[in-house]
């Protein structure tokens, strides 16, 4: 859960017939926030944990309701999301543009033992959403040179590979530096 430019969402909006531009921001529902925080461990449908915010510039000629229709029923992108489409000119686009940031929130609650109520949340603040990602692929990038450096082959998920193989630390550095 967190604010900020969704780079796939906003991609999923240009792709729209008659759609210049366009970018999209998450935006995380404060209830669904709290709910997890208070210990609750809700089970929340897409719906109840965000909404998105779409600015789109249409090309000349095309009909605005047609557009943001288009958006709002997207399958897997907006159809299960409250999702506002707002017309601006190009000129304001390229304003929004300048600032890619993105924040967001990883939270797992449950109950452990005699029912105490744990949360674990991991938070992200980044100011250049694009920058951000660029370096993650570099990372796992480095991490498949090294693991095919190893021997290991095959298709790998993100569950898969170890946070050491993602650093440009050697494993000395590491454990001297952060443990």
């Known amino acids: 859960m967190g604010e900020g430019v969704s780079q796939g969402h906003?991609?999923?909006i240009r792709r729209v017939e008659g759609v210049k531009d366009a970018i999209q921001y998450t935006i995380p529902k404060p209830d669904a926030l709290e709910r997890?925080?208070?210990g609750e461990n809700p089970e929340l449908t897409t719906r109840e944990m965000h909404r998105r915010v779409c600015y789109v510039v249409e090309e000349d000629g095309y009909d605005k309701d047609k557009i943001s229709?288009?958006?709002?029923?997207m399958p897997n992108y907006f159809v299960d999301y409250d999702t506002e489409v707002n017309f601006v000119r190009q000129d304001d686009m390229d304003d929004m543009k300048k600032e890619m940031s993105h924040a967001g929130f990883v939270m797992r609650s449950g109950e452990?033992?005699?029912g105490h109520k744990e949360?674990?949340?991991?938070?992200?603040?980044?100011?250049s959403n694009?920058?951000?990602t660029g370096s993650v692929l570099t990372?796992?990038?480095?991490a498949t040179h090294r693991l095919n450096q190893e021997g290991v082959i095959g298709a790998k998920t993100v569950f898969d590979i170890a946070p050491a193989y993602l650093s440009i630390r050697t494993p000395e550095e590491m454990r001297k530096d952060l443990l």
């Not at 229709?69 to 029923?73: K, P, S, V």
């Not at 949360?119 to 100011?127: D, G, M, N, V, Y």
């Not at 990372?139 to 480095?142: L, P, Q, S, T, V």
């Open 10 to 12: 906003s991609d999923a």
């Open 36 to 38: 997890v925080r208070a």
């Open 69 to 73: 229709l288009a958006i709002r029923t």
């Open 112 to 114: 452990t033992g005699d």
């Open 119 to 127: 949360l674990i949340e991991f938070s992200l603040k980044l100011e």
């Open 130 to 132: 694009p920058e951000f």
């Open 139 to 142: 990372a796992y990038a480095r």
